[in-house]
């Protein structure tokens, strides 16, 4: 791991992918092909973790579970904030979820447009 993106490497390892985006980011930009070789890996990584997530957010959605699914998308765009995230991340998020209010025990639409 070239000592420029050592920062990022860290905080990835420790699980804070939003802090190692800018340098992930740069590192991909640049013209040097050991750091642009090192940044591609540590971007792989992250996008395998996301999608992951992904497929957990799909099969809460399948299975009827909106109010878990719409948490799990929303965890993923804080959690990986800076990075290229796929479309249906935002979609999904942007979509009125039903959810049960245990408060109140009744169905509560939550319109979650500019949410984020």
Sequence with gaps: MPPALLPAWTAIEMGDFASAAPLVKKG???NKPE???AATKLNDAVQGIV???IDQAKTALAGGQ???AF???QGISQRFAGYTLPDEVGAQRAQRVGRLDPAFGR???VSLRGVG
């Design 71 to 73: 948490k799990t998308y």
């Design 28 to 30: 991909l930009a640049t």
């Design 51 to 53: 999608k992951q997530e």
């Design 66 to 68: 909106k109010w878990q």
């Design 35 to 37: 750091i642009k070789e």
């Design 107 to 109: 169905n509560e639409e």
